[in-house]
């Protein structure tokens, strides 16, 4: 499963960008994402997964 989005990158970003779901505490993910937001293309809308295992790594909770 992912998280999917659609964005538009206008700058690069040089800073970290931060990234979390949250399904109340103490079960949270997040992960930074200034590296995938980095390598996409600049002015152009595209479909952006984030898998959710990425967050389930960081501490989200699955659901049973």
Known sequence: MAL????????????????GLDCGYPCRGEMNIQKMFRGLPKGEWVTFPIPLNC???QGLMPVE
């Open 4 to 19: 999917t989005m659609e964005v538009k990158v206008i700058r690069k970003p040089k800073k970290s960008v931060q990234f």
């Open 55 to 57: 967050f389930v790594a």
